[in-house]
């Protein structure tokens, strides 16, 4: 329940991110919300590998999700002005969560095997690194503030890669991160439901405030479908297949964090950007920029790609999944610039829409009759 509740804070900073992409559709601040959300994933998915390792329901631990949350709160409220006056409030808020939440488990596994001890060292030693990045970043003018921030961003994303390697300390092992697999799965799924909802509560929120003719209730009821239909495509296969698969492997800290800490950022942002699109759809149902289009189609691309990508990690197969393979060449055909400058937003909107059901047909139809040709017949 601790983890539920830390997890609220994260739905504001969701909020926040679509929030500030809507407010200004260009190419740079697709970088920097990009970069904003990439820091937000990754303080969310290392509290809930340290969650993994240490029982919320004791008391120090329980004490330390409920700073980390507060903490959260100034990182969540400092992400629309974090390239301007609120830069250091978001860095240092970012940096002290990373670090202290990290000081704290060296000190909560000080009895623990030296393994475990040693890899929260030697992890301690790159986010410091990092952190001092971006306290630098924060404290620099806003055109430099996006160089160290990067930098700081790339440390990070590196660090499990390299296994942490510290001079002196060496480097970490997967079979160091024994993580349970089932609770992994599960905080992954959680955040998955965390965008969705935010998707959701944009939509209705957005709707309620319009006129309810036929453009807008056309736009919503797509993009509440649209929304069932990337829940349907996460959880009525792929979440638990990949579960079992993490349960039953031999390495599961391996596929935590190739399937779960990486490849969801993508499943993720897809969700979040596809929310950015849905509340285009309704405000301008008519007109919209050549930006406005990219988001109403590139949020469903993204969401597939990472979708695709996960399920080939999680299953014995040697190809990504056919059918979300050809729910991408659809999407590219509604982004072919002839086709792509005479469709509306509301057409594009409800194309993508379509474009999920096919894909979610497909796998549907697909499974069932993998599953039919798998059983035994007993006549």
Same mark, same amino acid.
């Given at each position: ?109 000080r009895r623990a095997p030296g393994r475990l ?28 503030? *996006? ?6 961003? $790339?440390?990070? +994303? %590196? =660090?499990?890669?390299?296994?942490? &390697? ?17 609770h992994m799965a599960e905080r992954c799924a ?102 406005? *289009? ?6 469903? $691309?993204?969401? +597939? %790609? =990472?979708?695709?990508?996960?399920? &080939? ?67």
């Amino acid at each position: 329940m601790v983890e539920l509740f830390f997890d609220l804070v994260f739905v504001f900073a969701v909020t926040q991110l679509s929030h500030t992409l809507l407010a200004e559709l260009t190419f740079d601040n697709l970088v920097r919300v990009t970069m904003l959300f990439m820091a937000v994933w990754w303080v969310w998915m290392y509290t809930a590998w340290t969650t993994n390792w240490l029982d919320p329901e004791r008391l120090p631990v329980r004490v330390c999700m409920f700073g980390l949350a507060i903490v959260g709160l100034f990182l969540s409220m400092s992400i629309p002005h974090s390239f301007a006056e609120r830069g250091i409030v978001f860095a240092a808020a970012y940096a002290s969560m990373q670090v202290g939440r990290t000081l704290f488990v060296i000190w909560a596994v000080r009895r623990a095997p030296g393994r475990l001890s040693n890899n929260f060292r030697r992890i301690g030693v790159w986010l410091a690194i990092s952190g001092a990045c971006w306290i630098i970043g924060g404290l620099a003018e806003p055109g430099v503030r *996006l160089a160290w921030w990067t930098l700081a961003l $790339a440390i990070e +994303l %590196v =660090g499990p890669w390299a296994l942490f &390697w510290v001079p002196g300390l060496g480097r970490s092992s997967v079979t160091d991160w024994n993580v349970d697999g089932g609770h992994m799965a599960e905080r992954c799924a959680l955040f998955v439901i965390i965008a969705l909802g935010e998707s959701l509560l944009v939509t209705g929120a957005t709707f309620a405030e319009l006129t309810w003719d036929a453009p807008t209730l056309i736009a919503f009821f797509s993009a509440v479908l649209g929304s069932i239909i990337m829940w349907w495509l996460y959880f009525d296969s792929g979440a638990e297949r990949a579960q079992h698969r993490i349960e039953h492997a031999g390495d599961p800290g391996r596929t935590a964090r190739s399937a779960y800490t990486y490849v969801h950022i993508v499943i993720v942002a897809g969700i979040i950007v596809c929310a950015v699109a849905d509340e285009i759809v309704l405000m301008h149902p008519h007109h919209g920029t050549s930006a406005a *289009l990219l988001a109403v189609l590139g949020g469903p $691309a993204c969401y +597939l %790609v =990472g979708a695709a990508w996960f399920k &080939w990690l999680t299953n014995d197969r040697k190809t990504p999944p056919l059918s979300h393979m050809i729910g991408l060449v659809l999407l590219a055909m509604l982004a072919w610039p002839t086709l792509a400058h005479a469709i509306t937003p509301l057409v594009a909107g409800v194309a993508t829409t379509l474009v999920f059901a096919v894909v979610a047909g497909w796998e549907t139809v697909a499974l069932s009759t993998t599953r039919t040709a798998a059983q035994p017949d007993h006549r």
